[in-house]
């Protein structure tokens, strides 16, 4: 039966005293500062609102203490598995709309859902298939992505999306002409504030003191400028067809999905347990069917139609006689008679169309608490979002059981995988039932609480309770921040994460390993937005590699060395006997490196005709598997046709376990397994009768 401690870890915590309690409120405190601000900045790298980061931030983050083993992990959104989720769901549905946003709790409840079942049956080490070097590939290009992808947001230029997220950064670049720039300016100056906060001043939230500083800024100047407009109102009859077009797709989508919903409707009502399908039930299945396809076709044609639609920059000229303003492609209408902003259109909608003659800013925020529900479940969707929930999980298990470990040397605590999986798994579950996206542990706000002086998970609680205070109070304060100062702070947050030493270190450490960081890094790079693919070929390309080195490994012919020992014959030009063939290998013995064990132990053989005994020195094989203990039993009775007998030493307890169990051990005679290879060598000079053969002078002999 599991002790209470084991099914509520933060029992552990209890009592707790004055002075713990204090150094808890003022670390989750300090946390909650920095927190609050990137959380928003988060969220908008995962594609969605940035109120959304607050909702991250709130019961994620309780749960993930209370539940995890960790006293100083700080859960909740944190760049890299943002980006992962950004990157994944834009393929399906357009960042921002509120099916994104439901397949991104959907996505977080499945990553909990992984993360528990693991830490639930105590798999953590699964998070071992990722290897430090494809782990170092793909972070330095998922930072350098993250940086990219924030480039737009600091010019004010629009960026499409599309299947090759480096083309579509090559055309932002390419509309540097077209900069706002009250936004790149709004965005720089963040960037040198947080950087002078953080060099002079840096026990003060810097963060949170640039947010607030732009904040009001953006307020005082006005930074954001929004208009609605008719599509009468625009010139240029190219743009005129766009903007029907995607009217015309909206107002489709809209009367596809409440025809889907009425037959799904009509279809669960005539369902009936325990009873056959009905010709009506097939029927409503395929119309279904079919309509999810025609949405989806449309909804591709309307993202597509919003990029184009987006890349047009408009000036604003009076109308005639008093009429509606009227809307001309920049240089296009000579007049000076226009305002001086340039606009872009932002939201389309069959009734009129947003558009935007400033700065982005952050917007309305609703006040209150996050509503708690369940996902919306869609069968397909979540089948094809089974690899990259996969990939999310174990990226972000790692980043978070690597944090935690690090900080537990500085603490002497005992972190137990399993453990921290089942803190995170609970984390995404409950955020996702409180609509949040996916979650893990954050190096920087971790690093932050633990010089703050955190001494148990209470702090994060205390965290969690002033963002609570925020939801339900300063949201509307939130308003007018920049979403260029968002920007600025995820830029500032990735910067340490680019790490290329690590690559170069992982290819002076091993070529393999080398590659296998290199592969991943170009991969995740030119797969971009599809990192999943990246990683997923790192880690396929480090298991193949891995199991190449395997397949050939270190064998060798040993000779009596000088100083007494057995070594390497060929690598310190060692004489060898004619009638003993002693040999090494040097790694576990199984199905891949079989056939190369053979062919070393027969070509040995072939090579000196007058030997009578082949000897294995067993001390590097690790592990033997089926295919090895039949590769040696066959090897065994084939040298024993020819006269020649296997004989072994220093096998370790679990092979010759395996040997005991098949018969093997039985069957080459226990007369022939030594601890020993100089034991073994005695008890070979004893057993060969070749009366050319002296003991004193074979090139074996110790005696030397």
Known sequence: ????????????????????????????????????????????????????????????????????????????????????????????????????????????????????????????????????????????????????????????????????????????????????????????????????????????????????????????????????????????????????SVAGTASRMAELNAELETKSGELKKIE????????????LSADIEILRLEVKTLEREHRLRMRELRRFVFERAAGPRGADPRFHLVGTYPSTDKDPYHWRITKAAPDGLQLSGGGEVVGRIPSGLPTLSWPTFDWSLFVTLLASALVITLVGFMEAISIAKAMATRTRQRIDPNQELIGQGLANLVGSLSQSFPVSGSFSRSAVNVSAGAVTGMSSVFTGALVLVTLLLFTPLLYHLPQAVLAAIIMMAVVNLVNLKAMRHAWEAQRHDGVAAIVTFVATLGFAPHLDTGILIGAGLAIVLFLYRTMRPRVAVLGRHPDGTLRDARLHQLPTSEHIIVIRFDGSLYFANVPYFEDAVLQE????????????????????????????????????????????????????????????????????????????????????????????????????
């Not at 067993?618 to 020819?642: C, F, V, W």
């Not at 080459?668 to 004193?696: H, M, N, V, W």
């Open 605 to 704: 053989a072939a090579r000196s005709p007058r030997a009578k005994y082949i000897l294995v020195v067993g001390d590097g094989i690790n592990e033997i598997d089926g295919s090895g203990e039949e590769a040696i039993r066959h090897m065994a009775e084939r040298l024993k046709d020819s006269g020649i007998t296997m004989v072994f030493s220093g096998l370790k307890m679990q092979v010759l376990r395996v040997m005991e169990r098949t018969g093997l051990h039985a069957l080459i005679g226990t007369d022939c397994f030594f601890r020993t290879e100089d034991a073994a060598l005695e008890a070979i000079y004893q057993r060969i009768d070749d009366p050319s053969f002296d003991p004193k002078s074979c090139p074996l002999s110790g005696a030397q």
């Open 272 to 283: 009936k347990p325990f009873e056959g399908v009905s010709p009506r039930t097939l029927v």
């Open 1 to 244: 039966m599991l002790a209470p401690h084991q099914i509520l870890p933060f029992l552990r915590w209890f009592p707790l005293s004055r002075s713990v309690l204090r150094a808890d409120a003022i670390a989750g405190t300090t946390v909650a500062l920095i927190l609050i601000p990137q959380s928003m900045a988060y969220a908008q790298l995962a594609g969605m609102p940035a109120y959304y980061g607050l909702y991250a931030a709130f019961l994620p983050v309780i749960v993930g203490a209370l539940w995890g083993s960790s006293h100083q992990l700080a859960t909740g959104p944190v760049a890299m598995v943002s980006l992962l989720t950004g990157s994944t769901l834009a393929q399906f549905a357009s960042p921002g709309s509120e099916q994104f946003i439901a397949y991104a709790i959907l996505l977080a409840f499945m990553v909990g859902l992984m993360q528990l079942a693991l830490g639930a049956f105590r798999l953590g080490a699964v998070i071992n298939f990722l290897s430090h070097p494809v782990v170092v590939g793909f972070t330095n290009a998922a930072a350098i992505i993250i940086a990219l992808s924030q480039i737009n947001r600091m010019l004010g230029v629009p960026i499409g999306r599309s299947e090759h997220f480096l083309v579509d950064i090559w055309i932002v670049l390419q509309q540097l002409g077209d900069t706002h720039v009250p936004t790149l300016v709004m965005s720089l100056s963040a960037l040198i504030l947080i950087v002078l906060l953080r060099r002079y001043r840096p026990k003060w939230p810097g963060v949170l003191i640039t947010v607030a500083a732009t904040t009001a800024v953006s307020w005082a100047i006005q930074f954001e400028r929004n208009v609605t407009a008719d599509f009468s109102q625009f010139e240029d009859a190219a743009v005129r067809s766009v903007i029907e």
